[in-house]
């Protein structure tokens, strides 16, 4: 059997919110090394970026998106 943590993930998509620092980004990297192409999502540019490099250099995928996820446009449109 595979493990969750071997597994092949080529194909998917995966958005990763706080992808710029810390649990987000290391998440992230994970994913990406697993074949998904990872979405990163956070409020800094240029951590994103950091991330987004990280992951190229490990020869993945990623797409960066400056967005703030905690704004009031967000909860509005959710019912939070």
């Known amino acids: 059997m595979t493990s969750p943590t071997t597994s092949s993930l080529a ?3 995966a ?3 706080g992808a710029g620092r810390g649990i987000g980004a290391a998440i992230a990297r994970k994913l990406a090394g697993m074949g ?3 979405v990163l999502c ?4 240029s951590s994103l970026d950091s991330t987004a490099a990280a992951i190229s250099a490990a020869g993945g995928k ?3 998106v400056e967005c703030d ?3 009031p ?3 509005g449109t ?3």
């Open 15 to 17: 958005v990763v919110t």
């Open 42 to 45: 956070g409020r800094k540019r």
């Open 11 to 13: 194909g998917p998509i």
């Open 62 to 64: 990623s797409h960066v």
């Open 36 to 38: 998904a192409v990872a």
């Open 73 to 75: 446009h967000f909860r």
């Open 78 to 80: 959710t019912g939070w």
């Open 69 to 71: 996820v905690n704004g």
